[in-house]
């Protein structure tokens, strides 16, 4: 038996488009902050030493945002499977709302502790 309704399977596709709409959005304006701090360019050496920090940020967080685009490209296949709402580690059900918050995640809170 569907751990979710099709009611709920359809929120869940929803939520999913829309966070990878704004996680596309968001690697946009992620790549135009992470370009290399230019040797030539002819700020102090305090304000080098911020932008390479800066940059280093802005890196770390264009690759998880890069990761869970993917993941959420490859969890909506998922959704319409018969177990998809059940934790891949123990097997009971999710949280629906957990779902609909990370819905890549395929582990329920005890389990990803």
């Known amino acids: 038996m569907p751990v979710l309704s099709d009611k709920q399977k359809e929120q869940v596709r929803k939520k999913i488009n829309e966070q990878i709409h704004e996680s596309e959005k968001e690697l946009i304006i992620l790549?135009?902050?992470t370009?290399?701090?230019a040797p030539d360019n002819s700020i102090?050496?305090?304000s080098r030493m911020d932008a390479i920090n800066n940059k280093s940020v802005n890196d770390a967080a264009y690759l998880n945002t890069r990761n869970r685009l993917k993941q959420l490209k490859n969890v909506i296949d998922k959704v319409d499977e018969d177990n998809?709402?059940?934790c891949v580690r123990c097997g009971h059900p999710i949280?629906?709302?957990r779902i609909l918050i990370m819905p890549e995640?395929?582990?329920c809170v005890n389990c990803s502790r």
């Open 31 to 33: 790549k135009e902050v």
């Open 35 to 37: 370009a290399a701090v």
């Open 44 to 46: 102090g050496r305090i």
């Open 84 to 86: 998809f709402g059940n």
């Open 95 to 97: 949280a629906f709302e």
């Open 105 to 107: 995640k395929r582990v």
